[in-house]
T-cell receptor, first 111, second 116 residues
Framework: SQTIHQWPATLVQPVGSPLSLECTVE??????LYWYRQAAGRGLQLLFY??????ISSEVPQNLSASRPQDRQFILSSKKLLLSDSGFYLC??????????FGSGTRLTVV | AQSVAQPEDQVNVAEGNPLTVKCTYS??????LFWYVQYPNRGLQFLLK??????LVKGSYGFEAEFNKSQTSFHLKKPSALVSDSALYFC??????????????FGAGTRLAVHP
């Protein structure tokens, strides 16, 4: 069966520090992968999506970047975190049946 | 561009009563619509989707949604609410972006509070 893993679950980082959040999927190949951010416990904003290795599309300009070094691995990064980067980050993949499955999320607090 | 609107920030319902969480959409072409639920500090869980076919879609945990093309709505419903249904609910529409890539566009979310 297909599963999606996301870690860490919680992260507290100082302003100006780097960031690396990882998402991996199992049980599928060449998935479409997504990074969303949820601010203040409400709406979700699409940050990046990827349709294959090395293929990244950015939805909004920001302090973050994404990479897809392997077929089933999607990484969200920053060189220097800002306070405004705090939020709940969710990774997702698009299943062949047309549904999106989400990871359990990472709560990032920048202090 | 595709979009969805959830006009209510919060819905309050007594346990055992029917519940409705509203969603309207704006799309070009045929809509692919979804409902997700989020419990505190958790990821989103899929409830149901409409792609084509019967306008009444049945999903997880006793939820259903009615697709209404003339009113461009996709309201989430449940005949009898449970306290455990209290959560944040998101309506979403699939958007075929430039290049034909699928992406999911979410509404702002509606917080459902079911009172004993």
């Amino acid at each position: 069966s297909q599963t999606i893993h996301q870690w860490p679950a919680t992260l507290v980082q100082p302003v100006g520090s780097p960031l690396s959040l990882e998402c991996t999927v199992e049980g599928t190949s060449n998935p479409n992968l997504y990074w969303y951010r949820q601010a203040a416990g409400r709406g979700l904003q699409l940050l990046f999506y990827s349709v294959g290795i090395g293929q990244i599309s950015s939805e909004v300009p920001q302090n973050l970047s994404a990479s897809r070094p392997q077929d089933r691995q999607f990484i969200l990064s920053s060189k220097k975190l800002l306070l405004s980067d705090s939020g709940f980050y969710l990774c997702a993949w698009l299943s062949p049946g047309g549904s999106y499955t989400f990871g359990s999320g990472t709560r990032l607090t920048v202090v | 561009a595709q979009s969805v609107a959830q006009p209510e920030d919060q819905v309050n319902v007594a346990e055992g009563n029917p519940l409705t969480v509203k969603c309207t959409y704006s799309v070009s072409g045929n809509p692919y619509l979804f409902w997700y639920v989020q419990y505190p500090n958790r990821g989103l869980q899929f409830l149901l989707k409409y792609i084509t076919g019967d306008n009444l879609v049945k999903g997880s945990y006793g939820f259903e949604a009615e697709f209404n093309k003339s009113q461009t709505s996709f309201h989430l419903k449940k005949p009898s609410a449970l306290v455990s249904d209290s959560a944040l609910y998101f309506c979403a529409v699939r958007d075929m972006g430039s290049g034909g890539y699928n992406k999911l566009i979410f509404g702002a979310g509606t917080r459902l509070a079911v009172h004993p």
